[in-house]
Every structure is written in C-alpha cells, then in structure tokens.
C-alpha cells in the first residue's frame, strides 16, 4: 500500500527553528512536495524535492532522502503568520500526488 | 495572471437542485483538478483532466460530473447531492501532470 506519515501536531516559539518529518512509502516516486495550508485556506505549493539533497528558499528548506523514504521542510525564524497545517505530498508512479495528514504548526509568543 | 480563480466561494444546496462550480487558471496549464477536503484531512483526488482530457476519475458516484469546456475553464456540476458531501471543493493547475499544482481559493459546499 501507499503510505505516508507526519506528526500530527507541533509546536514551536517565535524566531526558532522547527523541523517537520515526512516518511513515506509509495508505489514509485516522482518528486515529493511541500504545502502549507492555514485554516480554512487553500493548500499553498512551498517546496519540491525530486533528487537527494537539501533546497532552500528564503526561511523554509527541504530535504529529501529517496534511499531511506524520508523528508523534512525546516522553517527557520518562525513568524506567527507560519502557524499553519503543512501537508508533504508524493508523486506516484502515475503522476497522482498521495497526501500525508498533515502536520498542524502552533507558533507561541 | 499566476492564480486560479473558483466560483463560488460559497454555496448551500438541497439535496434536489443541480449546481455548478467554476474555475478558470490562466496561466497556460495543462492539467486542472478537483480535489474534496473535509475539515482537519488532507484533499482528496476526485478528477484530473490533461489537455482537456480527462485521464483519472477516481471512482467518484456520478452525482459529480465534470466538464472541461476548454484549457483554461473547468466546471464541477452537481446533482442530488448528499449532506456527506459537504466539504471545500478545491480545483488546482499545473503545468502537466509532472509539475507541482497550485490551487484556487476553493467552494465551501454545504449540503443541507
């Protein structure tokens, strides 16, 4: 089957670092994606990785691992603006993107 | 023009009416979507068209049809619906199917 997992929920203080993990195990990959979504919102594209290694844009940074299935969006100096579900996507081998649950970010003062 | 647009932003509907949603990306994207989204889950693939075509329906009951009347307008039209349908209706666009997808604002639909 197709899986993928993330924290349910975390939570992090203003200006701080926070990591969120995604694991995942799919039939084929074709890149994995990273969206915010505030409440109530629509899903925001932040981020695709489809080789190993680090991409960083502005305050937020992907990794990807495709040997251990594994990925993490690290944002740096969190803004309370950052408080947010952010959702990791993958690529199947049918182009179909499988969602995790998502991982709802509370950013306290 | 980057945005997807989606029309309306809400709607309540009976069980016996037929509505339709909209939604139009100008941005020269080949592959538009519809997703559902119940609260605190993540969205769920309903229907994928790829230049115009739609290429997966994902077994969604037929009181949910799609229209793609050409590459930068996709319609949703709705038909007997049940309150279980009740969700944010959310359509997204991509340059292909490879690329990352970008969504509209969606249509919160209340079922009543």
């Known amino acids: 089957g197709q899986n993928i997992d993330q924290p349910t929920e975390m939570t992090a203080t203003e200006g701080a670092i926070v990591q969120i993990n995604c694991t995942y195990q799919?039939?084929?990959?074709?890149?994995l994606f990273w969206y915010q979504q505030h409440a109530g919102e629509a899903p925001t594209f932040l981020s695709y990785?489809?080789l190993d290694g680090l991409e960083e844009k502005g305050r937020f940074s992907s990794f990807l691992s495709r040997s251990k299935g594994y990925s993490y969006l690290l944002l740096k100096e969190l803004q309370m603006k950052d408080s947010a579900s952010y959702l990791c996507?993958?690529?199947?081998?049918?182009?179909?993107?499988?969602w995790g649950a998502g991982t709802k970010l509370i950013i306290k003062p | 023009d980057t945005e997807v647009t989606q029309t309306p932003k809400h709607l309540v509907m009976g069980m016996t009416n037929k509505k339709s949603l909209k939604c139009e990306q100008h941005?020269?994207?080949?592959?538009m979507y519809w997703y559902k989204q119940k609260a605190k889950k993540p969205p769920e693939l309903m229907f994928v068209?790829?230049?115009?075509?739609?290429?997966i329906n994902e077994s969604v009951p037929s009181r949910f049809s799609p229209e793609c009347p050409n590459s930068s307008l996709l319609n949703l039209h709705l038909h007997a619906l049940q309150p279980e349908d009740s969700a944010l209706y959310l359509c997204?666009?991509?340059?292909?199917?490879?690329?990352?997808?970008?969504f509209g604002p969606g249509t919160r639909l209340t079922v009543t």
């Open positions: 997204a666009s991509s340059p292909s199917e490879v690329y990352e997808q970008y």
């Open positions: 941005m020269g994207h080949r592959a």
């Open positions: 068209y790829s230049y115009e075509k739609l290429s």
């Open positions: 799919t039939s084929g990959f074709n890149g």
């Open positions: 990785n489809v």
């Open positions: 996507a993958v690529m199947d081998s049918n182009y179909q993107l499988i």
